[in-house]
């Protein structure tokens, strides 16, 4: 159709043209980065408190000593959820589980319940106390991160000292060890630090400190069960010694491998994956210590001035090896080294994050 002075009219708009249209979309009340920094905070208060209540059950401040083991369930549940979520597993599911373990354990206080709750924590608190620390290069950064998990680790003992569960002390030391060195070394090779680019020299390192852990375990039981009697009262001399001049006696698995190695670890992850080795080696040391106080009969302050002292030397044996550590000796480190410069720092992700 035309109008008058020849021009098309435009056309008539149908009944079922629409004018396309986005309705607006308001933005979340809350997006998943702040959900997860308020589950972050969330766990760390509740540690906080938790460290603070299982407290009273080694230090006397009026507080009555049925609540301590509450404290020592929030810690249970709060390493457990740690561990989940550093090595990117189901936090919520094994932090329910464990829930209501201490649940049976606090209600019911049957012997079973509470040993189980007492390994449960020392275990995965040794093992946290490892996840949390960060990569550094420089001495103060690998101090810093060793007092961090110096103190995960005191906590974890402290919680293993609220429940008080009536457990023989050297098959729970056992059994806390070994769980924590199987759930480190699986997380550690679920994180991709296989033994590619170690070298025969990391190798030797790896397979060298799992015999000396080995050599030092099996001696000790050895040598108390089957020595003679003119080596064992030396060595109880010895320890009386001790105990009695200096008020503790520094154990040999935190002074000769576990703290060293953890030292060892901080650092070399600071340009290698496979310092995570070393810092799977590294929870022996913090397994020691969370389950330090694991006797009914255990001396707090004895146990504490042991701890302090095999710090004190771990550290700095470690440092001491830091500074010996050549580096890498496989041919892709080297190729590594050679291309990145002595300014490559490996990345991690942020110390509340997933590993992978």
Not at 14 to 42: C, H, Q, W
Not at 215 to 233: E, H, K, M, P
Not at 253 to 269: D, M, N
């Given at each position: 159709?035309?109008?008058g002075?020849?021009?098309?009219?435009?056309?008539?708009?149908?009944?079922?043209?629409?004018?396309?249209?986005?309705?607006?979309?308001?933005?979340?009340?809350?997006?998943?980065?702040?959900?997860?920094?308020?589950?972050?905070?969330?766990?760390?208060?509740?540690?906080?408190?938790?460290?603070?209540?299982?407290l009273?059950?080694?230090?006397?401040?009026?507080?009555?000593?049925?609540?301590?083991?509450?404290?020592?369930?929030?810690?249970?549940?709060?390493?457990?959820?740690?561990?989940?979520?550093?090595?990117?597993g189901?936090?919520?599911?094994?932090?329910?589980?464990?829930?209501?373990?201490a649940?049976?354990?606090?209600?019911?206080?049957?012997?079973?319940?509470?040993?189980?709750?007492?390994?449960i924590?020392?275990?995965?608190?040794?093992?946290?106390?490892?996840?949390?620390?960060?990569?550094?290069?420089?001495?103060?950064?690998?101090?810093?991160?060793?007092?961090?998990?110096?103190?995960?680790?005191?906590?974890?003992?402290?919680?293993?000292?609220?429940?008080?569960?009536?457990?023989?002390?050297?098959?729970?030391?056992?059994?806390?060890?070994?769980?924590?060195l199987?759930?480190?070394?699986?997380?550690?090779?679920?994180?991709?630090?296989?033994?590619?680019?170690?070298?025969?020299?990391?190798?030797?390192?790896?397979?060298?400190?799992?015999?000396?852990?080995v050599?030092?375990?099996?001696?000790?039981?050895?040598?108390?069960?089957?020595?003679?009697?003119?080596?064992?009262?030396a060595?109880?001399?010895?320890?009386?010694?001790?105990?009695?001049?200096?008020?503790?006696?520094?154990?040999p698995?935190?002074?000769?491998?576990?703290?060293?190695?953890?030292?060892?670890?901080?650092?070399?992850?600071s340009?290698?994956?496979?310092?995570?080795?070393?810092?799977?080696f590294?929870v022996?040391?913090?397994?020691?210590?969370?389950?330090?106080?694991?006797?009914?009969?255990?001396?707090?302050?004895?146990?504490?001035?042991?701890?302090?002292?095999?710090?004190?030397?771990?550290?700095?044996?470690g440092?001491?090896?830091?500074?010996?550590?050549?580096?890498?000796?496989?041919?892709?480190?080297?190729?590594?080294?050679?291309?990145?410069?002595d300014?490559?720092?490996?990345?991690?992700?942020?110390?509340?994050?997933?590993?992978?």
């Open positions: 159709m035309s109008t002075g020849g021009r098309r009219a435009a056309p008539r708009r149908r009944a079922n043209d629409t004018v396309s249209y986005i309705p607006p979309v308001r933005e979340p009340r809350f997006s998943m980065k702040a959900l997860r920094a308020a589950g972050v905070s969330g766990l760390f208060l509740a540690w906080l408190g938790g460290f603070a209540v299982a009273t059950s080694v230090v006397a401040v009026g507080f009555p000593d049925v609540y301590a083991r509450y404290g020592a369930a929030v810690l249970a549940v709060v390493f457990t959820a740690g561990v989940a979520r550093r090595s990117g189901r936090s919520t599911l094994w932090a329910t589980l464990v829930a209501i373990l649940a049976i354990a606090l209600l019911t206080d049957r012997a079973w319940a509470m040993a189980g709750a007492s390994v924590t020392a275990t995965f608190g040794a093992v946290l106390a490892v996840l949390l620390t960060r990569p550094s290069e420089k001495v103060s950064g690998v101090i810093r991160e060793y007092v961090i998990a110096l103190v995960v680790a005191t906590s974890a003992a402290v919680g293993v000292a609220a429940w008080n569960a009536p457990l023989v002390y050297q098959r729970f030391y056992l059994i806390v060890l070994g769980a924590a199987v759930t480190a070394f699986g997380i550690v090779w679920s994180l991709g630090a296989g033994l590619h680019g170690l070298g025969r020299r990391g190798v030797g390192l790896i397979i060298g400190g799992a015999l000396v852990v050599v030092l375990l099996v001696y000790g039981t050895i040598v108390r069960s089957y020595g003679s009697a003119g080596v064992v009262d060595i109880d001399e010895a320890v009386v010694w001790l105990r009695d001049t200096i008020g503790g006696v520094p154990r698995t935190e002074v000769l491998i576990g703290f060293p190695a953890l030292v060892w670890g901080i650092s070399t992850r340009n290698r994956r496979q310092g995570w080795w070393m810092c799977a590294g022996v040391g913090t397994a020691v210590m969370a389950s330090a106080l694991g006797s009914p009969n255990a001396d707090t302050l004895y146990v504490a001035l042991s701890t302090l002292y095999s710090a004190i030397l771990g550290l700095g044996l440092l001491v090896v830091r500074a010996l550590d050549p580096g890498s000796t496989s041919r892709s480190g080297r190729r590594a080294a050679r291309r990145d410069g300014t490559y720092v490996r990345p991690e992700p942020p110390r509340f994050a997933a590993l992978k």
